[in-house]
C-alpha cells in the first residue's frame, strides 16, 4: 500500500508522471495527444468484429464452449433481472459488510456478457430486445462503483461521479456491446448509453486531465493493481466509441504515459508484492491496455518495451513453489494459480520460451473483454516463439529463484516428487501494495499442499481492513503470521518496517538464507532480532527456522508455526502436522532451561480457519534463541 507518489520517466514523455495540478495533463502534452490522433482510425474500434463479420463469428464458435453459453444466455432471456436494491448498497456504509451490494451488482452485470455473445454468435435477433433492456437497466444504477469505494455515499446519491475498479471494467463491456452488435442496437439506446459514459466515466477523467483535479481514487498515480485496471477499461471504452479522433487521443495519450506508474509497482526483479491473485488481475488489465494500444496505433505505441517486461511476465513462473502451489503472501489466497492466459499472450509476444504454453486452451473462457482480445486476431496469435533452452523445454524449474530486490527467496527441491517439501522465504518491508505485516514469514508445501507458514488472504474484506484498524485483525498483523511477538510486541506498519538480508549460502544441496529483522519492531528494549532459514533438499526435504534474539533487559519472547492443518504434540518437543493428503513434522528446541509452553488459539477473518501455535519461551531472559526444525514424513 505505497502512498508515495514515484517519479518515472519514458519516452516519448521527459517529465515525471506526477502531473502537477497548476499544469494539467492535457495542456502540458498537446503535441503527444495530436500526434497520436494521427495514428488512429478513422472511426472508434474494439477488439474483434461487429457481427456482421460471420466467418470471424463462425470461428469464434468453435473456439469456446458455444452450448454453455448459449444455456446461459437462454437462462438470462427467461428469467427477470434482479431487483437494484438501495438496502443492499447501502450495507456497507452502515456495517461496513461488503458481500450483499457487491452480490447484488454481479448479479445484474453479469446477465449481459452472455446474451451479447449467444446474440453474435446466433445472430437471429432473438436476444436484442432483452440485450436493449438489460442495456438500460444496467446503466441506470444509482452508482457504478463498489459500494466500499462510496463509503461517503457522494456517488450513491448523485453528488458526484467517481471510476472504481469495477466501474472502469463496466465502461469497458457497454463500449464492447456496441461494437459487436452494431445496427443490432437501435439508435435511441446506443445514444443512452454513451451519454451515461460520458457522465458516468469520460467526463470525470477528462475533467481530472484537463484540470489536474477531481479525483479522490488517484488511480493514475497508484502503481498498485488499480492503475492498470482503469486505465484499461476507461480507454478501452474510449477508443470503442469516441467519434472525435482527438478526444480519443487524449485518453491514449493519458494511459501511456500513466501506465508508467502500473510498471514501477513490480520490483526491479519483477515481483509483485500484491501476491499472485492480484497480479493475476492486474496485470491481466494491463495486458488488455498493451493489446488495445498497440491495435488502435497499428504498433506506434507498445507498452510491452523494455527489458523488465519479462521479468514481470515471468513472475508467475518464477514464483511458483513447486507441484503447481504458490506461496500465499499479501492479500493472496491459498490456491491460486499463474494465469495461463497471461502465459501464453506474454510466451507469444515476449518470447518466454515456455512450450506449454504456445497453446491457447480457450475451451473454459467465459465471455468478457479479456476473452474477446485473446480469441479474435491479436499481437499473440500473429507471433510464434521459440524456445530458450532445454531445461525450460522440459518443463523443470531451476532449484531457487531469488527476487532479492523483493527479498524474497524460493527454494525447491532437485526433482520434485508428490511427497517432497518446497519453501518460500519472505523478507521485504511492512509498505508493501496489499501489505501484511509479514516480514520474516513463509510458506511451506508439501506435495502442491500448504502445511505450515502464512496463511494466505480473506475471501473477501471486512470494511475495517482498508481503514486505520487494518492491523489490529489477527490475521493481517503479524500475529497471525509465523513470525515473534518480543516482549509483548508485534511488527509494525510501515516502509521503515523492514527485514535486511545479511547472509545467504546457496549450493546444490542447501540454502541458507539470513534476515536481520529488528528493523520490522518498534520494541525499546530489542536490541536485534535474526531469522536463519536453513532449506535441505536431502530426503523428501527439510527446513529449520532459527529465531535469535537480544534486548537489552530481560524480557518475554515467542515464535509461532502458522497452519491449515490439524496438529497434535507426539511427545517432547515434537509436534505431528496433519493436512489433507500430507503429514509433517516439526521438532522444536529452545535456549531455555525451563523450556517452553504451546498456547494454541484459531483464527478466522473473513477467511480460511487457521491455527496459530504459539511457542513461549517459560522464563523471560535477555538473549535466547527457538528453533523449529520441519521434516516432510
Known amino acids: ?82 431487483a437494484w436494491d438501495d438496502e443492499l448498497y447501502l450495507e456497507f456504509s452502515r456495517n461496513g459488510v461488503r458481500p450483499p451490494g457487491e452480490k447484488m451488482l454481479n ?15 446466433e445472430n437471429k435477433g432473438r436476444f436484442v430486445p432483452k440485450i436493449e433492456s438489460t442495456l438500460k437497466d444496467l446503466i441506470s444504477h444509482r452508482s457504478w462503483i463498489l459500494p466500499a469505494h462510496d463509503a461517503s455515499l457522494d456517488v450513491f446519491y448523485g453528488k458526484k461521479h467517481e471510476v472504481d475498479l469495477v466501474a472502469a471494467a463496466f465502461v469497458h463491456e457497454l463500449a464492447e456491446t456496441l461494437y459487436f452488435l452494431d445496427d443490432k442496437i437501435s439508435e435511441p439506446v446506443r445514444q443512452e448509453v ?19 483535479q477531481g479525483y479522490t481514487f488517484n488511480w493514475f498515480n497508484n502503481t498498485n493493481n488499480w492503475n492498470a485496471v482503469c486505465l484499461a477499461g476507461v480507454t478501452s471504452a474510449a477508443v470503442g466509441v469516441i467519434k472525435d479522433r482527438k478526444e480519443r487521443a487524449l485518453f491514449v495519450a493519458a494511459a501511456e504515459y500513466y501506465s ?110 479479456f476473452t474477446a482480445m485473446l480469441l479474435f486476431p491479436n499481437t499473440a496469435s500473429q507471433n510464434s516463439t521459440p524456445v530458450e533452452s532445454s531445461a525450460k523445454a522440459e518443463g523443470k524449474q531451476p532449484i531457487r529463484t531469488f527476487f532479492d530486490k523483493a527479498g524474497v527467496l524460493i527454494c525447491r527441491p532437485e526433482n520434485p516428487t508428490a511427497q517432497s517439501m518446497g519453501v518460500a522465504l519472505k523478507g521485504g518491508n511492512n509498505d508493501e501494495h496489499h501489505n501484511h505485516n509479514d516480514v520474516g514469514s513463509y510458506s511451506l508445501i508439501i506435495g502442491d499442499e500448504t502445511l505450515a507458514g502464512d496463511p494466505g488472504g480473506p475471501y473477501h474484506y471486512a470494511g475495517a481492513m482498508w481503514t486505520e484498524k487494518r492491523y489490529t485483525f489477527k490475521s493481517i498483523s503479524s500475529f497471525g503470521h509465523p513470525v515473534a511477538v518480543i516482549d509483548q510486541t508485534l511488527q509494525k506498519a510501515g516502509k521503515e518496517f523492514r527485514a535486511e538480508i545479511i547472509g545467504t549460502n546457496f549450493t546444490s544441496t542447501r540454502d541458507e538464507y ?54 497434535q504434540e507426539i511427545g517432547d518437543n515434537k509436534i505431528k502436522l496433519s493436512g489433507k493428503q500430507h503429514t509433517a513434522h516439526i521438532k522444536i528446541e529452545v535456549s531455555s532451561p525451563k523450556g517452553y509452553t504451546i498456547i494454541p488459539e484459531k483464527i478466522q477473518e473473513n477467511g480460511p480457519e487457521f491455527s496459530r501455535i504459539g511457542i513461549r519461551l517459560n522464563e523471560k531472559s535477555k538473549e535466547g534463541y527457538i528453533r523449529t526444525f520441519f521434516e516432510a514424513e
Not at 14 to 21: C, G, M
Not at 107 to 121: F, G, H, N, Q
Not at 194 to 212: E, H, W
Not at 519 to 546: H, I, M, Q, W
Open 107 to 121: 448479479a445484474r452485470k453479469s446477465r449481459l456478457a452472455p446474451l451479447v455473445w449467444a446474440e453474435c454468435i
Open 514 to 567: 539470513t534476515l536481520d529483522l529488528t528493523k520490522a519492531y518498534d520494541c525499546p528494549n530489542l536490541k536485534s532480532y535474526t531469522r536463519k532459514f536453513v532449506y535441505d533438499r536431502n530426503g523428501k526435504g527439510s527446513l529449520l527456522v532459527e529465531d535469535h534474539f537480544e534486548l537489552n533487559k530481560a524480557g518475554s519472547f515467542e515464535s509461532a508455526v502458522i497452519t491449515l492443518a490439524d496438529w
Open 260 to 369: 508508467q506508474n502500473s510498471v514501477l509497482g513490480y520490483t526491479d526483479d519483477g515481483y509483485c508484492t500484491e501476491g499472485l491473485g492480484y497480479f493475476n488481475y492486474g496485470f491481466q488489465h494491463y495486458i488488455i491496455l498493451r493489446e488495445q494500444l498497440y491495435q488502435r496505433t497499428k504498433g506506434a505505441i507498445d507498452l510491452f518495451k523494455g527489458e523488465k517486461m519479462k521479468k514481470i511476465a515471468m513472475y508467475g513462473i518464477n514464483f511458483e513453489i513447486i507441484n503447481g502451489a504458490y506461496p500465499a503472501f499479501a492479500d493472496c489466497r491459498i490456491g491460486v494459480t499463474v494465469s495461463p492466459q497471461i502465459l501464453w499472450y506474454c510466451n507469444h509476444n515476449l518470447g518466454l520460451g515456455l512450450p506449454a504454453y504456445d497453446q491457447l486452451d480457450s475451451q473454459k473462457l467465459l465471455p468478457s473483454v
Open 194 to 212: 454513451i451519454d451515461s459514459m460520458y457522465t458516468r466515466a469520460f467526463n470525470p477523467v477528462k475533467d481530472a486531465l484537463q484540470t489536474g
Open 1 to 82: 500500500m505505497n502512498k508515495y507518489l514515484l517519479i518515472f520517466c519514458l519516452l516519448p514523455f521527459a517529465l515525471v508522471a506526477q502531473i502537477p495540478k497548476s499544469i494539467p495533463f492535457e495542456e502540458k502534452n498537446q503535441q503527444r495527444i495530436n500526434e497520436i490522433a494521427g495514428y488512429l482510425e478513422e472511426k472508434p474500434a474494439g477488439f474483434g468484429v461487429s457481427y456482421h463479420n460471420r466467418s470471424e463469428w463462425e470461428k469464434i464458435k468453435d473456439k469456446i464452449d458455444y452450448p454453455s453459453i448459449l444455456q446461459k444466455a437462454e437462462e438470462v432471456l427467461n428469467t427477470e433481472m434482479p
